[in-house]
């Protein structure tokens, strides 16, 4: 008996000194799947041990530069989702082979301060000229996954129903038939760019500038292995996909410019394919304001959109139907600085792009 | 510190048990004791002195009235009553200033301004050590300890520092002297740290985002307050449990034997079992320590009453300085009156199944008290699980979450009666199943010291909800 506690003992002893031993392995700069900076090593301090600052950064740290923390956080999510049967992991669940996140109910304090924030904006750049105003939402996979599979949804229709009575002057253009579950990426929660072909036509069609619409892409693939932002948050080991963008002579041809930058470039960014987050292949990402110019429209149509990152694909397959389209995020440009930077001319469509996520989370929206 | 923090399991432990190994048998006390410190530290640099001038205190009067004592003199009980004034003075102004302060604003209308001072992690736990060795010193239970590092050692021991459980000094005189560990009790000290990881982490901490879940609801329905109840008691009782665990494993590595705390208490068949079952070192404490001083059951049935509500009112304030923890007590006293005049006679007659869930009744209700922000908010969501405010039986979030939790409350059910301890103890006595568990016990524990290491390196909640007592 005595013997077999000692190799108990042992084996247990073992194990956890192992795992101790391994947390003086070197530190990690950063994180890939979870597209993040790990925790460094806080400084030590007199002050920083007096008020708390060190001991809480620490423990942060051993978090973060934990050895094998990928696969530890596989066993977690297994753990929680197969064999505790939770719903969910970290807000995340998987319905169909699609990882999808928890969002409800609606946030009505958000889209208050959305409507506030877009309604400024279209009275002090947009409120005396002759702009037509429309409004689109880009539902998240919540709307077509999670009443569907018993999961807490928020309620669309009053989400969409509070956005478009808070904004009277805008025409609405509904978006959610030409979308579907499999519209979206497994592993990220945006939408592939050639499943919004129906939605850009929808767009088109609602601003009335679909003449120019061809709607006729070709497909190409621009990464093989796309592993999106759920990938990393859920740590289940899931397959890649590709991430495949649509192009044709008319976008070939556009030129964008980008306003912090003053960089021109194409509609997609090659150089992003291998960043954090290839889905900044579409227009480079997410920037304060950028234009996109198509030198094979001459109507002299412009199209100012206000947008988020679902508007990264999106947008590139409008080109088609505009001279020039202006992309505006809020995110990183404030509303009462817009005004200097906007040239609108009198025949200008403006489209507040906005996907149900980011509305129900409004805060950042300068 | 928290035990289930990687800081904890993967630095501070080994480092400590390395050292302690390596340490001559004569600077063992003093190595813990140095340890003890930085644990304490890591949560509360500033309080780590009012700690060390409690002790220093606790030492000169046990010095005192050990030596009055040997005199015979009447000057013992004067440095007892200095002694215990001293030791629930301090707690006294940490914990209850604030509480003393807003009553007394509240019943006189008064704008006297609160102190807001912090509470100082675990001194409810060590003024209540601290207490118990004056007077048994004072009661020639103990002898007074000369040597400053054995007392500092025992009252800051960071195994049971911060949430018990409530170990007596008599419960590890002879330890602090003398000790040996012993592969069998490391071993063991091991297996019982783990177990008890599992149940902070696993499950009190996938209680505890039940209860935050079903909080979130707001309104809710009937169901939904339902949940909520028993998640937080099988988050209470995991998360304590689990601690205790904890430090009585920690404590048998380094050679200590703690008392137990829980013993099964969901499987009782009344309210007076429960609490022979339940935080068992804060009972008997309270038992010792005030109850048989007030004269116990040796005195009229009117002052019996008296004296079980003054110890039932401490106990409630003991948790918490806020009303709710007084009526939780209280609701407590009720019940053992009235078990211990009438119903106890009906529950004899009756199935224990019955009687469990009388007793399940009563704590889960009594613990919505306990977990209530205020009187109002306890009533409102006692209120919710019988229907009042016209709710809903049940609604879809309701059902979602138990779907989701269904597993682990059932493994919280079952874990917390003795089944698996008695189906192991079984399996272990026949020939084969002894050679299974051989290999299966420490390929289990490594499991479950993994997922545990999994879940907190993902980050999970993770709070102890006895660290505010």
């Not at chain 2, 003075?89 to 940490?94: E, I, K, M, P, R």
């Not at chain 2, 007074?144 to 960071?158: E, G, K």
């Amino acid at each position: 008996m005595k013997k077999s506690i000692l190799i108990s003992l042992v084996a247990v002893i073992s194990v956890w000194t192992a795992l101790a031993l391994c947390t003086f392995l070197p530190d990690k700069a950063s994180y890939d799947a979870e597209r993040r900076t790990l925790a460094q090593l806080p400084k030590l301090t007199a002050t920083s041990v007096l008020n708390g600052s060190f001991m809480s950064a620490f423990e942060t740290y051993t978090q973060d530069q934990f050895p094998l923390r990928d696969a530890f956080r596989s066993v977690k999510s297994f753990v929680a989702l197969k064999l505790l049967r939770q719903n969910d992991n970290n807000g995340l669940y998987m319905v169909d082979g699609q990882i999808a996140k928890l969002d409800y109910p609606v946030n009505m304090d958000s889209l208050t301060y959305a409507l506030a924030r877009l309604n400024g904006v279209y009275q002090s750049c947009f409120a005396d000229t002759n702009a037509k105003l429309y409004l689109a939402i880009v539902p998240d996979k919540g709307y077509y996954l999670a009443e569907a599979n018993g999961y807490p949804a928020m309620d669309y229709d009053e989400l969409i129903g509070t956005m478009c009575r808070g904004l009277p002057n805008a025409r609405y253009i509904d978006l959610t038939d030409t979308l579907s579950k499999d519209s979206f990426y497994r592993t990220d929660p945006h939408c592939k760019q050639e499943s919004f072909v129906e939605s850009a036509r929808a767009l088109a069609v609602g601003m009335g500038a679909d003449e120019d619409f061809s709607g006729e892409f070709e497909r190409m693939t621009a990464l093989t292995t796309f592993y999106g932002a759920y990938y990393g948050q859920l740590a289940l080991p899931i397959a890649a996909e590709k991430l495949d963008y649509l192009t044709n002579a008319a976008l070939d041809q556009c030129v964008t410019w980008n306003l912090e930058t003053d960089v021109t470039g194409g509609l997609y960014d090659f150089d992003k394919l291998y960043s954090k987050d290839p889905y900044e292949f579409f227009l480079s990402g997410s920037a304060a304001f950028k234009t996109i110019e198509n030198p094979s429209n001459d109507s002299g149509r412009e199209l100012v959109v206000f947008r988020d990152s679902y508007g990264s694909s999106l947008v590139p397959l409008m080109a088609e139907c505009y001279s020039k389209i202006t992309v505006i995020d809020l995110r990183y440009i404030s509303s009462t600085v817009l005004q200097s930077y906007l040239e609108t001319t009198d025949n200008v469509d403006v489209l507040f792009l906005y996907s149900a996520l980011l509305l129900n989370y409004s805060f950042s929206l300068k | 510190m928290l035990f289930s923090g990687i800081p904890f399991l993967y630095y501070f432990l080994p480092l400590t048990i390395a050292l302690y190994l390596v340490t001559p048998k004569k600077l063992k006390n003093a190595l813990l004791l140095v340890m003890s410190l930085v644990f304490y530290a890591w949560g509360e640099p500033k309080y780590v002195l009012l700690m060390a001038v409690s002790i220093l205190m606790c030492y000169v009067f046990g010095l005192a009235i050990g030596r009055a004592r040997e005199k015979g003199g009447r000057r013992a009980k004067l440095w007892l009553v200095l002694s215990c004034t001293v030791s629930v003075g301090l707690l006294a102004y940490f914990k209850y200033a604030d509480f003393f302060l807003s009553s007394f604003n509240s019943v006189t209308g008064l704008d006297v301004p609160l102190l807001k001072i912090a509470l100082p992690i675990g001194i409810s736990f060590y003024t209540f050590q601290m207490l118990s060795y004056t007077i048994d010193v004072y009661r020639g239970k103990a002898q007074a300890q000369r040597n400053i590092v054995s007392l500092a050692a025992y009252v800051a021991l960071f195994p049971q520092l911060i949430a018990g459980p409530i170990v007596r000094y008599t419960d590890i005189e002879r330890e602090l002297r003398d000790r040996r560990t012993t592969v069998e009790g490391a071993y063991l000290g091991a297996r019982r740290f783990i177990i008890g990881l599992g149940k902070k982490v696993l499950l009190a901490n996938t209680f505890g985002a039940l209860t935050a879940a079903c909080l979130d609801q707001g309104v809710g329905s009937v169901v939904t307050w339902w949940t909520y109840a028993m998640a937080f008691v099988l988050q209470v009782y995991f998360d304590f449990s689990g601690y205790s665990d904890m430090a009585i494993g920690l404590g048998r590595i380094f050679g200590f034997s703690f008392p137990e705390n829980f013993n099964y208490p969901f499987i009782s068949t009344g309210i007076t079992e429960f609490w022979r079952r339940w935080h068992m070192t804060l009972g008997s404490w309270f038992r010792d320590y005030i109850y048989i001083p007030l004269g116990g059951n040796r005195c009229s049935k009117l002052k019996q009453l008296r004296n079980i509500l003054i110890v039932w009112a401490l106990t409630g304030l003991w948790h918490g300085a806020a009303w709710n923890f007084v009526v939780w007590g209280l609701i407590f006293a009720v019940m053992l009156v009235v078990e211990k005049y009438w119903l106890s006679s009906v529950l004899k007659r009756l199935p224990a199944a019955v009687c469990r869930v009388y007793v399940m009744l009563i704590v889960i209700l009594s613990f919505v008290v306990f977990n209530a922000e205020s009187l109002t908010a306890a009533f409102t969501q006692i209120g919710g699980m019988f229907g009042a405010g016209h709710i809903p039986f049940v609604n879809s979030l309701a059902l979602y979450e138990l779907r989701g939790y269904a597993v682990p409350l059932v493994i919280g059910a079952v874990g917390s009666t003795p089944a698996v301890k008695l189906l192991v103890e079984r399996v272990k006595r026949g020939r084969v199943g002894a050679k299974i568990m051989l290999v299966a016990e420490p390929v289990a524990l490594i499991a479950l010291l993994v997922v545990c290491t999994a879940y907190l390196v993902d980050g999970s909640f993770n709070p102890f909800l006895y660290f505010r007592f």
